[in-house]
Structure formats: C-alpha cells, structure tokens
C-alpha cells in the first residue's frame, strides 16, 4: 500500500490547515501521526471503517480527523494550531495485511 500525504505549510499560529492522504488501495484503520525536531514519533488521530476516531489529548477540540472510502483518502482538519504543533506529520494505514506509511508533510507554526 502506498501513502501520500500534501497540505502542510507555513502557518500562523491560530491558523488552520487541512492535510490529506491518499492510499492507493483500500485499508482499514488510517490515522495521522507526527513528529517533532528531537522527538519520538507520536499519535495524533485515528479512524476506523467504521468511522469510529480516536485523538491525542492535546489536539482534542482543534483538529477533526475523517476518511472517504470510497476514494481512499483521510484527511486531517487541524484548526487553531500552535507552535508545539509544528512536526512532520505521517500518514498512516493499516490492517491485517500489515502497517504503512506515507513519506511525510511539513507543518511549521510560527508564533
């Protein structure tokens, strides 16, 4: 399975920015991870098939994440962002055929 992620870029702190990720085959769970300059990997967001989601306590509120099947794309609404949120942000599929990942986008949050 292969994953592209776009839509990251430069933003204002208070801003927003929509993610998207394109599998190239259906896959069950999806979700978006990220990391920071000098950090471990770490969950953002998940959602399943059947549209059941899942976030990390500190983007609950701000970001919404959601999929359409039918196109195979997941997407991640990230709104009134912050500098902590600065990362690069992956892409993520799995399901029983195993784990994928995209290549990354680049989110930076000035303040």
């Known amino acids: 399975v292969q994953l592209q992620a776009s839509g990251g870029g430069l933003v204002q702190a208070g801003g927003s920015l929509r993610l998207s990720c394109a599998a190239s085959?259906?896959?069950?769970?999806m979700g978006w991870y990220r990391q920071a300059p000098g950090k471990q990997r770490e969950l953002v967001a998940t959602?399943?098939?059947?549209?059941?989601?899942n976030y990390a306590d500190s983007v609950k509120g701000r970001f919404t994440i959601s999929r359409d099947i039918p196109k195979n794309m997941v997407y991640l609404q990230m709104n009134s962002l912050k500098p902590d949120d600065t990362a690069i942000y992956y892409c993520?599929?799995?399901?029983?055929?195993?784990?994928?990942w995209g290549q990354g986008t680049l989110v930076t949050v000035s303040s």
């Open positions: 959602i399943t098939t059947g549209y059941t989601t």
């Open positions: 993520n599929g799995r399901d029983l055929s195993g784990e994928y």
């Open positions: 085959r259906r896959i069950g769970s």
